[in-house]
């Protein structure tokens, strides 16, 4: 019954933005952290970006889409974003949503392990 599902990736130009979008099911969102990973092919899958379940909203990015990427939420709409503006061919990848009860989120980084999550939407950059 819990499901995430991202959707909005798709072919976009260097220097183009897109905005990816994970509507959760199952539980409200309010109480779990969101976090946005991708994977290329032939490399691992990597962490980009995670947002906290408290009032603030804590964020963070790594280091490679810090400035150019960010990720939101709203709550009442079950949906966590990430607006992803200047696009690099090396962007491209499967951008994976997951969010779990056990899974916390940092200005430095996120700790534990999400326990759920989406099939992935895919990110093409190619002029």
């Known amino acids: 019954q819990v499901q995430l599902v991202e959707s909005g990736g798709g072919l976009v130009q260097p220097g183009g933005s897109l905005r990816l979008s994970c509507v959760v099911s199952?539980?409200?969102?309010?109480?779990?952290?969101l976090g946005w990973f991708r994977q290329a092919p032939g490399k691992e899958r990597e962490e980009i970006s995670c947002?906290?379940?408290?009032?603030?909203?804590?964020?963070y990015y790594t280091e490679s889409v810090k400035g150019r990427f960010t990720i939101s939420r709203d709550n009442p709409k079950n949906t966590v974003y990430l607006q992803m503006n200047s696009l690099k061919p090396e962007d491209a990848a499967v951008y994976y949503c997951?969010?779990?009860?056990?899974?916390?989120?940092?200005?430095?980084?996120?700790?534990?392990?999400?326990?759920?999550w989406g099939k992935g939407t895919p990110v093409t950059v190619f002029s």
């Open positions: 199952g539980f409200t969102l309010d109480y779990y952290p």
């Open positions: 947002i906290s379940s408290d009032e603030h909203g804590t964020t």
């Open positions: 997951a969010a779990g009860l056990g899974y916390y989120c940092t200005g430095h980084g996120s700790m534990g392990s999400p326990d759920y």
